[in-house]
């Protein structure tokens, strides 16, 4: 199993464009996560999935965010209208739901968002 | 609400020394989990330990240890012994059982520099 993988790994974008980041969790993992992390903070929640099923939205996930999970394996998240405070490295994670609120999760290594 | 504090934004130590990682959390759920995380230069989060809240023994992993109190909602971190290869940005996490969505609330995280 090669983990939890992201593309692509660094997006330059004008302000305005839309943008497309994809997750491939490990493979037996049911629960996937969507994270994002400005310089200097921790990362935060952004959204999540179990199976194909979107569960909980963060209220940072403006109307121009939209995720995507449409077979219950990897995930799509979309950017509208890209601005520049959209500018962050966007984290994917996954983890087994069996395990519950105590899973460990497996983090991909980021897709950074620049936005000009 | 959830909050995880890491006060300690930078440390800087010279290998061999101890150096301890704090961190402080706020939930009103009586059953959580506590985790440490650590985000080397390349920028992947590697998780380190997992702790649910019942489970108030120190843990020992070789140079890494952890000290949890419930009593003052603590879990600190205490690297051994320290190493240039421990050098990374340290993430504590709180993901509590409420919802069960396993969403991880981080603080702010705390880089620690080990010079040789």
């Known amino acids: 199993d090669t983990g939890v993988s992201q593309n692509p790994r660094h997006k330059i974008t004008k302000r305005g464009q839309n943008v497309t980041f994809r997750c491939d969790p490990i493979?037996?993992?049911?629960?996937l996560y969507w994270y994002r992390q400005t310089l200097g903070q921790g990362p935060e929640f952004l959204t999540y999935?179990?199976?194909?099923?979107?569960?909980?939205k963060s209220r940072l996930l403006s109307d121009r965010f939209s995720a995507e999970r449409p077979k219950g394996s990897f995930s799509t998240l979309e950017i509208q209208r890209t601005e520049q405070g959209d500018s962050a490295m966007y984290l994917c994670?996954?983890?087994?739901?069996?395990?519950?609120?105590?899973?460990?999760?497996?983090f991909g290594p980021g897709t950074r968002l620049t936005v000009l | 609400a959830q909050k995880v504090t890491q006060a300690q934004t930078e440390i800087s130590v010279v290998e061999k020394e101890d150096v301890t990682l704090d961190c402080v959390y706020e939930?009103?759920?009586?059953?959580?989990?506590l985790f440490w995380y650590k985000q080397p230069p390349s920028g992947e989060l590697v998780f380190l330990i997992r702790?649910?809240?019942?489970?108030?023994q120190n843990e020992i992993s070789g140079r890494y240890s952890w000290n949890f109190q419930k009593s003052t909602s603590s879990f600190n971190f205490t690297i051994t012994a320290s190493q240039v290869v421990d050098s990374a940005v340290y993430f504590c996490?709180?993901?509590?059982?409420?919802?069960?969505?396993?969403?991880?609330?981080f603080g702010q995280g705390t880089t620690l520099q080990v010079k040789p």
């Open positions: 994670a996954s983890s087994l739901a069996f395990a519950g609120s105590g899973g460990e999760q497996f």
């Open positions: 493979s037996e993992h049911n629960r």
């Open positions: 999935f179990q199976n194909e099923a979107q569960l909980e």
């Open positions: 939930t009103r759920d009586t059953t959580y989990y």
């Open positions: 702790r649910n809240s019942f489970d108030e």
């Open positions: 996490a709180l993901s509590e059982h409420r919802g069960n969505t396993g969403k991880l609330i």
